[in-house]
């Protein structure tokens, strides 16, 4: 090593004159050349061919598995025994042998190389969208049947990619899909969000909840008309604007008027108050799989025709490779051929 290796100075001393500071500056200086010298030491090339060397004790094989010819070899044996100051092999006209101190930095020099080489493949593969991380959004109800199949999904066919969810209402995931704060988000339609865009992943059927000692939980079949002036329960007008919409649109086009007695947020909350013998609700037909008590779910109505949707959406201008991967996975399994795009 070169004699300014062993310069050192002492922390906290200060330099009582101008020269006491020139020499603090220059061992300073020194110090990042050696921190330099040192960091380039460990060329991966170079312990790449003392590796396949130390593995085969025969220059003319080594140099063949690394498609080489042997004096280039030599050269870089000699420039990395000359960077360690030690001697790494015995040389003869017949044989190859280790030092011990070749031994010792063998082992090391594989760790080395190994470490290089899986940072190599996880950068490609994040790179690829194979690893990575994606925060995703989701409503309440999309959780009950239709999020375990997609996340069952995504350990199958991606399982290097790790996932955040976040129960989030439908306003709220376009915000954080606008803001960055979210990957993907399934959400509710429609999307008016300039840069946002998505596909329908979802259609199901409505169920008409009843508490079990409900007149019309008696009858198989439920009218439209049997609804009128009955109590309701139903989503909040502002967190759930989609389902609020979408039953006060079914029963005025039917020229039904319930009475709404409770307003709420979620699909589970509903139940329990239908439950509790406070009215009777419209819930996505996903809510069969929260297996409610005391409930009795009938089919909705079947002159409505009516289902809901559910759209899976995403930034137009993500960066998220993972992301971007795991969207056409979910639409090559779950989505239609058209879009809708955020306007």
Known sequence: MPCAATRTTVRGAEPRNAAGAAASMRTDVDRSAINAYIGSMFELSRLRCFVVLAEELHFHRAAERLNMTQPPLSRQIQLLE????????????????????????????????????????????????ESGLITLGFTAASSYAFLPRLVALAKEKLPDIDLVLRE????????????????LGFLRPPINRYGISGARVLREALL?????????AARQEVR?????RQPFITYS???????????????????????YVQYVIQTHSILALVNAGIGLAVVPESARSLHPDGVVLRDFPAEA???????????????????????????????????????
């Open 82 to 129: 000359h960077e360690l100051e030690v001697r790494l092999l015995k040389r003869s006209s017949r044989l190859v042998e280790l030092t011990p101190a070749g031994k010792a930095f063998y082992l090391e020099a594989r760790r080395l190389l190994h470490i290089a080489e899986n940072a190599r493949v996880i950068a490609q593969r994040v790179a690829r969208g």
């Open 237 to 259: 007008p502002v967190e759930g604007r989609y389902f609020y919409n979408l039953l006060a649109g079914l029963f005025q086009e039917a020229g039904v008027a319930p009475v």
């Open 305 to 343: 025709k009516a289902r809901t949707e559910l759209f899976l959406a995403w930034r137009d201008d993500s960066e998220n490779p993972a992301a971007s991967l795991f969207r056409d996975l979910i639409l090559r399994e779950f989505g239609e051929a058209a879009a809708s795009h955020g306007r």
């Open 208 to 216: 008409l909840a009843l508490p079990r000692n409900h007149p019309l």
């Open 224 to 228: 439209l008309a049997d609804l009128d």
């Open 168 to 183: 989030m209402v439908t306003l709220d995931q376009v915000e954080a899909l606008h803001a960055g704060r979210i990957d």
